[in-house]
């Protein structure tokens, strides 16, 4: 049983159109750390390829806004802020780090991503942590 | 590089309803029960027959011996919290609201048909009539059992077949499940210009209902006693299409496949025992076939969940002839198993409690209207998770070592409540007044 979605949608038109979101994006480098870092590996939380909107052709967007919230393990910021594209903070090690990060277009519309440091519980010698 | 959060699918109501037309949205829990079924904790299979019969058990509809109508409205808040080992809790509120309209009768005339019943139910939530919301990751923390459930619309028709005078009944019902097809191409325009490049975007949206069966017979072996069985097929809303993108060689093919696990099969049995003309009380127990349950990407959930047997039990009183008291109580046990691996459910046993009234409207004129009020409140006990690190997957196999990203490490607890309260109208249909002792189906 389907009807065209057309069919039914011209019966309403109330409202504005809701904004385009933007695309929030996070890159994580190093991508996990060994578990009980200690805060010896500084890891950068990159969000500056979050974008005003999603486009298939690249186009210049107006600024967002960032809007950094980090959970999971304890952290410390080594530089930038939690309202920067990016930042780079230590972690204690002894869970996954999360961090989410909201991205606010000028016209108000909003878009939030997750990502996780990773933690290297086994293989930690392939991985180039200490035994 | 990570894929923005939440897919969010919606649909207009108002559009929606153009193309169905039917009863509730839940199996006895908020949200969307018509009231009288609402304040009885959604207990009540074996009959009588009621306006919720259409889709509680459609054989019990065989009792019905006038047209009943039905309107209501109802809302309600869901609030819902996670917390990580030593870490605050994250807490979570929304508004849940609805409204719904049913029509029960028999067929009218003295011919042939005149022991089928029909009916046909409609509940349609105030925001949208089919939402999903999609996390990137299959261990976000969330409400599987309430969060894409309480916003959908469901429509019910059906129809019972009253058999050896009247003693038994036999019924069936079709649910209709809204989903959305998307299917989405892009290509560049091979006519464009260097300064201008131009995209070709072939965006098609079909609305596929998809159908889910409710077989229900029900008896009444004794005057005081009613007995039903009842079997309601899983409904499953999907949100899926193709998303295939294209430039020069380079193509990205990803297709959306989002399933919102509204119902399980469930086979479930009840009782209804009238002892004395002023005093009603019911109970039914399920199985809910949970172990089918898939996640909102449409894959079983890592641990999968358990069957389970829920109950639910009503009293409803009249204590004076326009008055009737209501209460309810229904127990349904988790489905979802210790999670120690990749899925973070925020589930527990839960507690319904309902308490409701049916006024009778004759002192304001309003002939046998009905006006139907209730409250109900939902109890979760707190959920807890312990990850065993040693059974977590690599979450990134390009990386030397096991690596492990989960949401939920290294262990959490949440819980949930709701509350919701809703009122309606019963409008008793025909020319001939009602026997005042013979009202069973309006109340």
Redesign the interface.
């Known amino acids: 049983m389907r009807l065209p979605a057309g069919a039914a949608l011209f019966a309403v038109a109330c409202g504005s159109p809701t904004p385009v979101p933007p695309s929030a994006v996070i890159q994580i480098t190093p991508a996990a750390i060994c578990v009980d870092d200690a805060h010896r590996t500084p890891v950068t939380f990159d969000g500056s390829r979050s974008v005003e909107r999603l486009a298939v052709v690249p186009v210049a967007g107006e600024p967002v806004r960032f809007s950094w919230t980090l959970s999971g393990a304890s952290w410390r910021l080594v530089s930038g802020s939690l309202q920067s594209p990016s930042l780079v903070v230590t972690s204690a090690g002894d869970r996954p780090l999360h961090a989410s990060l909201l991205v606010t277009a000028p016209s108000g519309a909003s878009a939030r991503a997750i990502a996780t440091l990773g933690l290297t519980v086994d293989g930690a010698a392939d991985a180039g942590c200490a035994p | ?6 897919i969010r699918v919606r ?2 109501v ?3 309803v ?2 169905g037309s039917a009863a509730r949205a839940q199996t006895g829990v908020p949200f969307g029960d018509e009231p009288r079924s609402a304040a009885l904790a959604g207990s009540g299979l074996a009959g009588p027959a009621g306006l919720d019969s259409v889709d509680r058990n459609p054989g019990a509809l065989h009792t019905l011996e006038r047209p009943v109508a039905a309107l209501w409205a109802h809302g309600g808040s869901l609030r819902w919290w996670f917390a ?1 080992r030593g ?1 605050p809790r994250d807490t979570q509120t929304r508004f849940v609201g609805g409204f719904g309209v049913a029509l029960v009768a028999p067929w009218p005339g003295d011919g042939p048909l005149r022991t089928v019943r029909l009916g046909v139910g409609l509940h349609v939530p105030f925001e949208h009539a089919l939402s999903v919301d999609a996390p ?2 299959d261990d ?1 923390p969330s409400l599987a059992l309430y969060e894409n459930r309480a916003e959908r619309m469901a429509v019910t028709v059906g129809g019972a077949l009253a058999l050896l005078d009247g003693a038994i009944g036999l019924g069936a019902a079709i649910r209709f499940v809204p989903s ?1 097809r998307t299917p989405t191409r ?1 290509r560049y325009d091979p006519g464009s210009s260097e300064r201008r ?1 131009r ?1 070709l975007i072939d965006l098609e ?5 998809g ?1 889910a069966p409710v077989v229900g017979v029900a008896a009444q072996p004794l005057r005081a006693l009613h007995v039903g069985l009842v079997y309601r097929g899983r409904a499953v809303m999907r949100a899926e299409g193709s998303n295939d ?1 294209r ?1 020069g060689g380079i193509r990205l093919d990803d297709p959306i496949d989002f399933a919102a696990f509204v119902e399980p099969d469930v086979l479930a049995f009840g009782v209804s025992w009238q002892p004395v003309a002023a005093l009603r009380v019911q109970a039914d127990a399920g199985w809910a076939r949970w172990s089918r349950f898939v996640t909102i990407h449409d894959r079983r959930p890592d641990p999968p969940w358990r069957d389970m047997i829920e109950a639910r039990a009503g009293v409803e009183i009249d204590i004076v002839r326009s008055i009737t008291l209501r209460a309810g109580l229904a127990y349904e046990p988790t489905p979802v198993p210790p999670q120690r691996r990749v899925s973070n459910f925020v589930d527990a046993d839960r507690l319904l409690v309902t308490a409701g009234a049916g006024i009778g409207l004759e002192a304001l004129g309003l002939g046998r209207a009905r006006l139907e009020l209730y409250g109900a409140w939902l109890a979760m006990a707190t959920a807890r998770a312990h990850k065993d ?1 040693d059974a977590l997957p690599d ?2 196999a ?10 939920g ?2 262990a959490w607890s949440g819980s949930a409540t709701a509350w919701q309260a809703g009122l309606g109208l019963t409008l008793p249909l025909g020319r001939d007044p009602w026997p005042a002792d013979d009202d069973e189906a309006s109340r």
């Open positions: 590089m990570t894929r923005t959060g939440a649909l207009v108002a559009a929606t153009a193309w990580r870490e990137p990751r976000v959305l892009v490049p995209v949206r079909e609305l596929p209902v159908l993108t430039a690190l979450d990134d390009q990386t030397p070592g096991r690596q492990i990203r989960n949401l490490a290294p």
